[in-house]
């Protein structure tokens, strides 16, 4: 049996987090298992919740914040603290169906990944009875070209299983990004080779409301969006097409090729393809000078992008 450390980022959450401890110790936890809450410095009465819930399931770990990190950071902290290999992230908010991680595990077991998804978000409002909406990602193995071709990405969610390795691989969740640090997790996962897959017939519930980290961070933003990617997307330049990174960087591309995937989806070059492309464009330069240089190059526009956009 592969146990498993679920983890919870908790910030102010004292009205929801019970309902996501009980779907997962219900049914979800086996002998062995753990679950890590991570309090990000909450101000309401959510340590409060916390320490009832240690009450009744004595098994959960309780990591603090001194300070309010945001989201990814809280996510790191339960990983780092983790002792299983295999990982299941749940926010505050949302709530596994019944007996559900057992056939996910066995499915990503199966088929040797390191990221295994429900096909279905069903998202609920008030209660799980009553389902409002249903999101469903592309079954079978997801790919970077699927997430950046605008499919639904199993990253925007963030509530999905993986190996310690593809964290790792990954650089964990990135801090500077706010409520993309889930999105941007999935990217780096699978731009690091990991494996994704997407187990066909299951679901998890996920809640809306006006207290959604991304709803406040990124959707109420969403002009923002775009801009605030190309810090990730910089990272990996020599992996993106040269013509997408310089439509990226556009006046017209950069505050919308987010939002414009579907019609203009990014296209990423296999690494034993990167040479021959970036050799082809425009720089006349060895590859890897070419790259540096490019790379380079953008750092600076990105600088000169922010600074702009801060004193506008």
Same mark, same amino acid.
């Given at each position: *049996?592969?146990?498993?450390?679920?983890?919870?980022?908790?910030?102010?959450?004292?009205?929801?987090?019970?309902?996501?401890?009980?779907?997962?110790? !219900?049914?979800?936890?086996?002998?062995?298992?753990?679950?890590?809450?991570?309090?990000?410095?909450?101000?309401?009465?959510?340590?409060?919740?916390?320490?009832?819930?240690?009450?009744?399931?004595?098994?959960?770990?309780?990591?603090?914040?001194?300070?309010?990190?945001?989201?990814?950071?809280?996510?790191?902290?339960? #990983?780092?603290?983790?002792?299983?290999?295999?990982?299941?992230?749940?926010?505050?908010?949302?709530?596994?169906?019944?007996?559900?991680?057992?056939?996910?595990?066995?499915? *990503?077991?199966?088929?040797?990944? &390191?990221?295994?998804?429900?096909?279905?978000?069903?998202?609920?409002?008030?209660?799980? !009875?009553?389902?409002?909406?249903?999101?469903?990602?592309?079954?079978?193995?997801?790919?970077?070209?699927?997430?950046?071709?605008?499919?639904?990405?199993?990253?925007?969610?963030?509530?999905?299983?993986?190996?310690? =390795?593809?964290?790792?691989?990954?650089?964990?969740?990135? &801090?500077?990004?706010?409520?993309? +640090?889930?999105? =941007?997790?999935?990217?780096?996962?699978? *731009?690091?080779?990991?494996?994704? #897959?997407? *187990?066909?017939?299951?679901?998890?519930?996920?809640?809306?409301?006006?207290?959604?980290?991304?709803?406040? +961070?990124?959707?109420?933003?969403?002009?923002?969006?775009?801009?605030?990617?190309?810090?990730?997307?910089?990272?990996?330049?020599?992996?993106?097409?040269?013509?997408?990174?310089?439509?990226?960087?556009? !006046?017209?591309?950069?505050?919308?090729?987010? +939002?414009?995937?579907?019609?203009?989806?990014?296209?990423?070059?296999?690494?034993? &393809?990167?040479?021959?492309?970036?050799?082809?464009? &425009?720089?006349?330069?060895?590859?890897?000078?070419?790259?540096?240089?490019?790379?380079?190059?953008?750092?600076?526009?990105?600088?000169?992008?922010?600074?702009?956009?801060?004193?506008?």
């Amino acid at each position: *049996m592969h146990n498993i450390s679920f983890f919870i980022p908790a910030y102010n959450c004292a009205g929801t987090i019970a309902e996501s401890v009980d779907s997962i110790m !219900k049914t979800n936890f086996n002998d062995g298992d753990e679950l890590i809450i991570t309090n990000d410095c909450s101000t309401d009465n959510t340590l409060a919740i916390l320490k009832e819930l240690q009450s009744k399931y004595p098994v959960i770990k309780v990591v603090e914040h001194k300070i309010n990190k945001g989201g990814a950071a809280a996510r790191n902290t339960a #990983v780092e603290n983790a002792k299983h290999d295999l990982l299941f992230c749940l926010d505050s908010d949302n709530i596994l169906a019944e007996n559900s991680i057992a056939p996910l595990v066995d499915f *990503m077991t199966g088929q040797e990944a &390191e990221v295994a998804c429900f096909e279905h978000l069903s998202y609920f409002s008030s209660s799980i !009875k009553l389902i409002d909406e249903t999101w469903s990602f592309k079954l079978g193995i997801f790919t970077i070209n699927d997430m950046l071709s605008g499919s639904i990405s199993p990253g925007a969610s963030g509530n999905y299983l993986f190996t310690k =390795s593809s964290w790792l691989k990954a650089n964990g969740y990135s &801090e500077d990004l706010g409520a993309l +640090d889930t999105w =941007s997790f999935g990217f780096k996962q699978l *731009m690091a080779g990991c494996k994704m #897959v997407v *187990m066909p017939g299951t679901h998890y519930y996920h809640r809306r409301g006006h207290e959604s980290y991304y709803l406040r +961070d990124a959707w109420n933003k969403r002009r923002s969006v775009s801009l605030r990617l190309i810090k990730l997307i910089i990272n990996y330049i020599d992996r993106i097409h040269p013509d997408d990174v310089d439509y990226i960087f556009s !006046k017209k591309g950069r505050y919308s090729w987010f +939002d414009n995937l579907k019609k203009k989806p990014i296209r990423v070059v296999e690494q034993n &393809e990167a040479q021959k492309v970036w050799s082809e464009h &425009e720089l006349k330069a060895t590859f890897s000078n070419k790259v540096f240089s490019k790379s380079k190059h953008y750092q600076k526009r990105l600088v000169q992008i922010l600074t702009n956009k801060t004193r506008g």
